[in-house]
């Protein structure tokens, strides 16, 4: 029996034995065949749905290699600042959206870039917009906060905090914080004041909520990664990797599974922050052994080497352009990831490390070596998330060790949303032939895997990928694009892999998940600057509809 048939497509399989296909039929969960429109179609039998896709693009389901689900789903109750410039717009919309929201502790929004006053911004710029409740706004990376006032006398931090290396509330001559607040740990007190503490701790302090949460507030918590996974679903994402957690998200994730309201398949991490000791990666072992189905995994362990550039927290190997004697700091010194790195590899599991300044990025490599030859090769797979400045040298590097660049397309400055500056500043013009390096890694061996880093930008593939063809080389700088099949592979098949999913998804072959995505035009017809346009008409994970417009 055939349940679903989709013909009349331009299938793009993913799969090199054959690229491309008319037709495609679906049976049991699994994609079943994969041919010609005559010899999929007479599959069919009275029960079979039978779609006639127009000459549609029909794809593996999205791998979305990077994101942050449950923060996401939360997100989307925000305020959204993306677009919004200058005091007096910055103003309106908070005043609007505080008007409307008159009984919300906290008053948060989303997407407030480094440059949205033309100045450093500071809780007295927040005070004039909203004095009386607590205000606070999250850059567009997620590694600064800025706060004012209230929220920040609300949460306990007006008179600055204790923070672990790397977190800091950033104090002011008069003795007070002055509103910006570097990494999660420095603002953790202010997003608790919205009642998402919970949802926050497996990308804060990859620890457990206490005392454990109750029904009504689990189910709260579902509620947001529902609307983060129908948001995703919507955009034809199937798989994801969830770039922080702990072992509460995954167990909210198989509540949702047991009730059937799973729509993607999720990998989450054990989330090792620097002050732990290698005693806590038993909590990885037991979500390894406790999480491992088609659906729901994890088996791998998430670091941050590093913080950004615009914060100046990316660690570099040179200074800061105006900035003497500063390239930042790694979050762990390069003995200590060498240790760690081998340890979470001779338990068997993946790594994946945030690094984005060339400084970062190298200690990764050098960690991933050590792993290597003190425990021999093997299929890691280990990654770097972002890869954002590279040192040359090191390049040739990630190809040789077999480490995954795991890199987002909308990130690039000028690329889609993010404005120019102040990144390209904070770089440095020098410098700027060693950022976003995706042809040079790939070229040089490296695997590829594309992603968002949702709801650092827009989780949208189609926009992501239209960043990807179209983004332009700043000057003096070699084009570092890829074409569109490179793009699309890396938005699929190559998500899977770098995720270790590939014998069940990625790709359109008999036998594998039946995970699909069906386009509202032809990606192959489409102009690169058109492609962030062109909608989901249907996804499909596991051969049940996820997502239709139809």
């Not at 039929?25 to 999929?40: H, M």
């Not at 400084?359 to 030859?373: C, L, N, P, Q, S």
Request: hydrophobic letters at 40%; a negative charge; glycine letters at 10%.
């Amino acid at each position: 029996m055939t349940d679903l048939i989709l013909t009349n497509a331009e299938v793009l399989t993913m799969d090199p034995a054959r690229p491309r296909a008319e037709a495609v039929a679906v049976d049991g969960g699994r994609i079943a065949a994969v041919g010609s429109r005559a010899e999929i179609e007479k599959l069919a039998t009275s029960a079979t749905e039978t779609v006639d896709a127009g000459g549609r693009t029909l794809l593996p389901g999205f791998v979305e290699s990077h994101l942050h689900l449950v923060l996401g789903g939360s997100e989307l109750a925000h305020l959204q600042l993306c677009g919004v410039h200058g005091a007096e717009a910055l103003t309106r919309a908070a005043r609007d959206f505080a008007g409307r929201f008159p009984d919300r502790p906290l008053l948060m929004a989303q997407g407030g870039d480094y440059s949205i006053l033309d100045r450093p911004m500071t809780r007295h710029d927040l005070d004039a917009i909203l004095p009386d409740r607590p205000f606070a706004i999250t850059a567009p990376d997620h590694h600064t906060v800025w706060a004012n006032t209230a929220a920040l006398r609300a949460a306990g931090l007006l008179d600055g905090a204790a923070t672990p290396h790397g977190h800091e509330v950033v104090m002011g001559p008069d003795g007070h914080a002055t509103g910006e607040l570097r990494e999660f740990e420095a603002f953790a007190p202010v997003i608790a004041l919205g009642g998402e503490a919970r949802l926050n701790l497996g990308i804060a302090t990859g620890g457990e909520p206490q005392p454990w949460p109750d029904a009504a507030e689990r189910a709260i918590d579902r509620a947001r990664i529902a609307r983060g996974l129908a948001h995703c679903a919507a955009h034809g994402i199937t798989s994801m990797v969830n770039m922080d957690g702990n072992r509460y998200t995954l167990e909210l994730l198989r509540e949702m599974k047991d009730r059937g309201e799973l729509t993607a398949r999720i990998r989450v991490p054990f989330h090792f922050k620097p002050q732990m000791d290698l005693s806590e990666l038993a909590r990885a072992e037991a979500m390894t052994r406790d999480f491992d189905d088609d659906w729901l995994a994890c088996n791998f362990v998430k670091m941050f080497m590093d913080g950004v550039l615009d914060s100046g927290t990316a660690f570099r190997l040179d200074e800061y352009p105006g900035e003497p004697g500063w390239r930042s700091e790694p979050l762990f010194e390069p003995a200590r990831f060498a240790e760690i790195a081998t340890a979470v590899d001779r338990l068997g599991m993946q790594i994946a490390v945030h690094a984005i300044g060339d400084g970062a990025v190298r200690v990764t490599i050098d960690g991933y070596e050590a792993a290597r030859k003190a425990n021999g090769p093997r299929d890691s797979r280990h990654r770097i998330e972002h890869i954002e400045l590279v040192d040359r040298a090191d390049i040739p590097r990630l190809g040789a060790l077999g480490i995954v660049a795991s890199l987002q397309p909308p990130h690039p400055p000028g690329a889609m949303d993010f404005p120019l500056q102040p990144t390209l500043d904070r770089i440095g013009r020098g410098r700027w032939p060693d950022a976003y390096l995706w042809r040079s890694l790939v070229e040089a061996g490296a695997p590829l895997a594309f992603a968002s880093d949702w709801p650092v930008t827009d989780v949208s593939v189609m926009r992501g990928l239209q960043a990807a063809l179209t983004r332009r080389p700043y000057e003096g700088c070699a084009d570092e694009r890829l074409g569109l099949m490179e793009s699309l592979r890396a938005y699929t098949a190559g998500g899977a892999w770098a995720n270790h999913r590939e014998r069940l998804t990625g790709t359109i072959r008999p036998g594998l998940a039946a995970d699909l995505v069906l386009l509202e035009a032809s990606v192959t017809e489409t102009a690169p600057h058109e492609l962030g346009k062109v909608g989901i008409r249907r996804t499909i994970c596991g051969g049940g509809t996820t997502h239709s417009a139809i």
